[in-house]
């Protein structure tokens, strides 16, 4: 049997830190977000304080895209050509055709040497699949058993964000305009999960900053026994403070967690909007 080394790509929605990235060799390829017939790679050209800086002044919402086949064909080849295999871990397929795009690149290749995983998630709750998978990659796991794995993993996945403002939502047509006026009204922040690949209402905070972290607390606190305090990310979009105040509150209960603290990137805050914060963990196996 012949082991080759496993490199581990994703796409730039996992919103994982460089530094992270570029400790486990972990390929990116970027999502495009649009403004009119301006485009730009997720990552590479523009960032979310950007984009929220376009919207404020202009007005105009951005579009977003996937990447094209060739996109991932060209790191695909670059890691083949160098004898590694590739298991390649995107943006849940019911929000984005990235893994479509993903399994196309990868059908030019022979078909033991990639593997297209579909998080059925988002933001670093993709992060924490592809962190998982890179460290089991680089203890040595075979690559079959290194799939099943993450797959499972997978399954043990919990993510939610709670969502500041509704103006995101709304003006990119995910909200009606009788909510978004009785949520600015009452000051609701809605807090989103996955299910299924799918963005759900998981909750609905009244309240500031403050009623937002007791409800990510409480989250954290409900499954506290099953929780592999390993891999826990706290994402947000342009809310530094509120994001260290919540690692400082994590770790003040469990001194020992290893959270990674993560900004989301221009594609993920193009629909959530600015002042998002969230929490991905996964329950133990």
């Known amino acids: ?13 996992s919103d994982l830190p460089l530094e992270l990235k570029e400790k486990h060799q972990i390929e990116t390829v970027p999502l495009y977000v649009r403004f009119g017939e301006e485009f730009f790679a997720d990552g590479v050209d523009i960032d979310n304080r950007a984009i929220f800086k376009r919207v404020s002044k202009t007005g105009a919402m951005p ?6 086949p060739e996109n991932f064909s060209e790191i695909f080849k670059k890691l083949i050509d160098e004898d590694q295999d590739v298991i390649c871990i995107c943006l849940s397929s019911p929000l984005s055709a990235t893994v479509q795009s993903a399994t196309i690149a990868a059908s030019e290749f022979p078909t033991d040497r990639i593997e297209i ?6 933001s670093t709750g993709i992060g924490l699949l592809v962190l998982y998978a890179a460290e089991l990659a ?22 939610y964000f709670a969502v500041d403002t509704m103006d995101y939502l709304y003006k990119g047509g995910r909200c009606t305009g009788l909510q978004h006026l009785m949520a600015g009204m009452l000051k609701i922040h809605p807090v989103l999960t996955m299910e299924e690949g799918q963005i759900i209402v998981k909750d609905k905070i009244r309240g500031g900053n403050r009623k937002i972290q007791d409800r990510l607390m409480d989250y954290i606190v409900a499954n506290e026994d099953q929780i592999d305090f390993n891999y826990i990310a706290v994402p947000g979009a342009d809310c530094d403070r ?37 929490l991905m963990f996964f329950k133990k196996q």
């Not at 995983?117 to 988002?122: G, P, Q, V, W, Y």
Request: charged letters at 25%.
């Open 242 to 278: 509120e994001v260290k105040s919540m690692i400082k509150r994590i770790k003040e209960r469990y001194p020992k967690a290893r959270i990674i603290s993560a900004e989301a990137g221009s594609v993920i805050s193009s629909h959530c909007g600015p002042g998002t914060i969230g």
């Open 63 to 68: 579009q977003t895209a996937a990447p094209t």
């Open 138 to 159: 680089e203890q040595g796991m075979p690559f079959k058993e290194l799939v099943e794995m993450v797959e499972k993993q997978r399954a043990n996945l919990e993510t």
């Open 117 to 122: 995983i579909d998080s059925l998630n988002l």
């Open 1 to 13: 049997m012949i082991l080759r080394k496993i490199r581990i790509v994703t796409d730039s929605t």
